[in-house]
């Protein structure tokens, strides 16, 4: 059964850093896309980070631009979210999820984690 399982996130302090892992299984994704999507309660799904199957190209939202670095380890079925300096407004569930092309619309993407929360305390 192919998977995305989500790990990492947890209860932390606003100016504090998490890395999120995403690790695929079931299958190879290395010529795939992988992003990260976060979701607060009431609000939309948002696209956070995303990187092409390479490793070589990378988007992030302007919101955590500076602040969240993406990054992949084929070999590992695996992409990570670095994620510092948070913010009480980056409390959110985070999914990962796979997909076809480099884009920030969720509809591109096929296949999605079942999420990890991220909580930031002020």
């Known amino acids: 059964q192919v998977q995305l399982v989500e790990s990492g996130g947890g209860l932390v302090q606003a100016g504090d850093s998490l890395r999120l892992s995403c690790a695929a299984s079931?299958?190879?994704?290395?010529?795939?896309?992988m992003g990260w999507f976060r979701q607060a309660p009431g609000k939309e799904r948002e696209s956070v980070a995303a990187i092409s199957w390479s490793g070589q190209t990378a988007y992030f939202s302007s919101s955590v631009k500076g602040r969240f670095t993406i990054s992949r380890d084929n070999a590992k079925n695996t992409v990570y979210l670095q994620i510092n300096s948070l913010k009480p407004e980056d409390t959110a569930v985070y999914y990962c999820a796979v997909g076809g092309l480099l884009t920030t619309n969720p509809d591109n993407y096929n296949l999605w984690g079942q999420g990890t929360q991220v909580t930031v305390s002020s």
């Open positions: 079931g299958r190879t994704f290395r010529s795939l896309v």
